[in-house]
């Protein structure tokens, strides 16, 4: 009965760290995508600029 509890106990556990790498993976994505739209803007505002002159 101990081992049931503990095997569960370590099958919740790894579960939780499985779900917690996915939520940091999305997190980094997210972080990322946002990062590479900004450049994405503002290299197309200095190609604007140097079209102009």
Avoid: F, H, P, T
Avoid at 14 to 23: I, P, S, T, V, Y
Avoid at 25 to 50: D, M, Q
């Amino acid at each position: 009965k101990m081992q049931e509890r503990q095997e569960k106990k370590l099958v919740r556990d790894l579960a939780r760290q499985l779900e917690e790498a996915k939520q940091r993976e999305r997190e980094e994505k997210k972080r990322r995508r946002e990062e590479n739209l900004k450049r994405r803007l503002e290299n197309e505002r200095k190609a604007e600029i140097v079209q102009v002159v």
